[in-house]
């Protein structure tokens, strides 16, 4: 079964391997750019509707650049971010800074760049305080705790470190004023990879909601309202991905109702979103280095978790086709494993794949958000190297694979003891 064809030949990516060793991630650049555009378009009725894309889904500076042409701000969330847009140009009101639990010293750089400052809590005011002028806007992120259930991947609101209280929120607003700022929005970020278009609206029917209290709790228009990111990535087969132009028009009617009879008729929709961006255009690719039968059946490829955590982490499906094989019908289930001393190191579980063998190729789907960007170097095992290539069958490096010098740059080896020697001489 299908999950979606893939949209590169096996000769390109032969091509690519042929110079530069699996695993590596190849991202669909049409793809992303289309996506961009289709929501875009899903909001095209409200005037300055803007998209920040999430920098950590896929912080590659020629990802970023490339939605930035499409009219993308970005949404950072540490100093590395902010470094990464700044090298690129994007700075000002087109970088969102979302973060917690954060230092002053994450603030002096958010505000060195212009970024939209998005505070955790009305306390980090302190912080703003410090700084040598006050951001010109700031925005606060809501946390509805009880009053809304959030889902697997980001938790129940109520246990959520993240944004604030209601109360707080009204009281940010006030003390905010009362300092000298006076450009507002407000933001929450409650559910991730949501792929019910009613759960999307139940966040921005909150969020107006909220934007009318505030106006007549403290007198603060918002200027924007950020409904988050979390738009879902139809992972498995048969999930339906999220119609945009449904949600679109679903937030429009809620803007009409409530927005716009309290005055509220200017406020810009924002959001940023990662996972639905970039997410479905990008692949893992990885050979197959060994096959073996114990217990079950095992076929170990030469990725790990340390460039793909998802399944070893929240368990999540990728969906899995092997190069060339993709019409060949499924034998028994098989475990697909990587190296790590971690037995959570398995990209799927009692999987039915075609039968393979060494060297084939297999290409983990949907990998294109929070894959590379969560890598790690556990094990002494390194990131990819990552490509981006076209309809046009063109292909680009846009990062290189780490080496073992990369590895080792912040060390300095001890000098080994001479042989021959004793160590009491
Ligand atoms: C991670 C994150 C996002 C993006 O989430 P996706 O599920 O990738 O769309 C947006 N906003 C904040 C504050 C985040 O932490």
Known sequence: MHHSPLPFSAQLIEQIAADHPTPFYVYHEDGMRQRVRELYDAFAWNEGFKQFFAVKATPNPHIVAILAEEGCGADCSSPAELVLCEHIGLCGEGVMFTSNNTTSDEF???AEV?????????????????????????????????????NVIIGEPQESKFGCTRQQILEGYRRSREIGIGRFGLHAMVVSNE????????????????????????????????????????????????????????????????????????VQVMMENGRAITGP????????????????????????????????MYGAYHHL??????????????????????????????RPLPEVQEADIVVVHDAGAHGHSMGFQYNGRLRSAEFLFNNAGEVRKIRRAETLDDYFATVDFPQPKKTGQSAAS
């Open 108 to 110: 002096s750089k958010a």
């Open 114 to 150: 212009g970024a939209i400052i998005n505070l955790d809590s009305p306390s980090l005011l302190d912080k703003l305080q410090e700084l040598p002028s006050l951001p010109p806007i700031v925005s606060y992120r809501y946390n509805p705790g009880s009053e809304r259930r959030g």
């Open 281 to 312: 255009f990008g692949y893992l690719v990885t050979r197959v280095t060994t096959t073996k039968k114990s217990h079950k059946h095992y076929v170990g490829v030469d990725a790990c978790m340390s460039n793909l955590m998802r399944p070893g």
């Open 195 to 266: 792929l019910l278009v009613s759960s999307l609206l139940d966040t921005a029917q909150m969020l107006f909601e909220m934007a009318v209290e505030i106006q007549e709790h403290s007198g603060a228009s918002v200027e924007f309202i950020n409904l988050g990111g979390g738009i879902g990535v139809p992972y498995r087969v048969g999930e339906k991905d999220v119609d945009l132009q449904e949600f679109g028009a679903g937030v429009q009617s809620l803007y009409e109702s409530l927005l716009v009879p309290a005055g509220l008729g200017k």
């Open 321 to 350: 086709s092997v190069l060339g094989k993709e019409d060949e019908l499924s034998v028994s289930p098989v475990d697909v494993v990587g190296s790590l001393c971690e037995n959570n190191d398995k990209f799927a579980i009692d």
